[in-house]
Nanobody
Framework: QVQLVESGGGSVQSGGSLSLSCAALRLRAVYSSYCMGWFRQAPGNEREGVALIDTDGSTTYGESVKGRFTISKDNAKKILYLQMNSLKPEDTAIYYC???????????????????WGQGTQVTVSS
């Protein structure tokens, strides 16, 4: 069974930084052939796409995090990262790692929504 395990969440003051990681276990294909991404969900809100990284390394970001968050991955270690800088209270949410086999640059976050999900990690930003 494919498993995605997030870590690195926590509490930080507005303007601070946090880094999230997501380890992928028991993937059925080579890690580099998966589109990987991050979503978040705040109470009362729908789950929204934060950032994704495609099989060729190209990246896509949600409008609200552009210029502040950076997604990256280590194919050898099978780990996905999300560096979050200049955090705001509205970034407070549960952050989920997602994986989907194949190219996602044409479908955006849609392909990831149909893929594998982690259990989530809480990020809280105080003002």
């Amino acid at each position: 069974q494919v498993q995605l395990v997030e870590s690195g969440g926590g509490s930080v003051q507005s303007g601070g930084s946090l880094s999230l990681s997501c380890a992928a276990l028991r993937l059925r294909a080579v890690y580099s052939s998966y589109c990987m991404g991050w979503f978040r969900q705040a109470p009362g809100n729908e789950r929204e796409g934060v950032a994704l990284i495609d099989t060729d390394g190209s990246t896509t970001y949600g409008e609200s995090v552009k210029g502040r968050f950076t997604i990256s991955k280590d194919n050898a270690k099978k780990i996905l990262y999300l560096q979050m800088n200049s955090l705001k209270p509205e970034d407070t949410a549960i952050y989920y790692c997602a994986a989907a086999w194949g190219v996602c640059r044409y479908s955006g976050f849609g392909l990831l929504r149909e893929g594998y999900w982690g259990q989530g990690t809480q990020v809280t930003v105080s003002s």
